[in-house]
């Protein structure tokens, strides 16, 4: 009884913490903020995946989305400058 009531809560609170890092990424200003915001989303969204008794695609949201994705964008956005530089 008291577990079902922990899941039925977490079920809700994911979901809303994963658009609250989504709405995060987008009012960010800074570039590398926004990409950690998207892999936090990222990391929360395969934490709903393995609730939902997913857990391959948990792994694969994790890998890919998380930290794959994170790495390139964050090697992309290091690799240009900036305006205020120039």
């Not at 009884?1 to 995060?24: E, G, K, Q, R, W």
């Not at 694969?60 to 964050?74: K, M």
């Amino acid at each position: 009884m008291v577990v079902d009531t922990m899941i039925n809560i977490i079920h809700i609170v994911v979901p809303i913490l994963i658009v609250v890092a989504s709405f995060y990424a987008i009012y960010l200003k800074d570039l590398i903020a926004a990409a950690i915001a998207v892999s936090a989303m990222s990391l929360l969204l395969s934490l709903e995946f393995y609730i939902l008794q997913a857990p391959d695609v948990a792994i694969a949201e994790a890998g890919i989305g998380a930290c794959l994705t994170t790495a390139i964008l964050i090697i992309s956005i290091r690799a240009t400058n900036r305006e205020e530089e120039v």
